[in-house]
């Protein structure tokens, strides 16, 4: 089992990316998946989830609406789009993902937001 970043890049302030989180080996609908951040020296934090009934959980200092997650069950995908983003953006995304209690870490992707 396994889940797999991609779509991470470099972008101008208010700019926009979609990342996305491929999983493989289980059904991501069927689990919650959610998207961390990290940024050097900083620790791991939550951004937004998506649990298997397709409800958007927003976590502490995220919940202005930037930030969103959707997801493909026919690709098996979760997608995180981020929009207006700023350079405190800047940081690598991971996906993360419960499946019945096993945790499933990806290796992250990085963004880059430049002022």
């Known amino acids: 089992m396994q889940v797999v970043e991609s779509g991470g890049g470099l972008v101008q302030t208010g700019g926009s990316l979609r990342l996305s989180c491929a999983a493989s080996?289980?059904?991501?609908?069927?689990?919650?998946i959610q998207w961390f951040r990290q940024v050097p020296g900083s620790e791991r934090v939550p951004v937004v989830g998506?649990?298997?009934?397709?409800?958007?959980?927003h976590y502490k200092g995220f919940t202005g609406g930037r930030f969103t997650v959707s997801r493909d069950s026919a690709k098996n995908t979760v997608y995180l789009q981020m929009n207006n983003l700023t350079p405190e953006d800047t940081a690598v995304y991971y996906c993360?993902?419960?499946?019945?209690?096993?945790?499933?870490w990806g290796k992250g992707t990085r963004v880059t937001v430049s002022s």
């Open positions: 080996g289980f059904t991501a609908s069927d689990n919650l």
């Open positions: 998506l649990d298997s009934m397709n409800s958007m959980l």
């Open positions: 993360r993902a419960n499946n019945h209690g096993t945790i499933i």
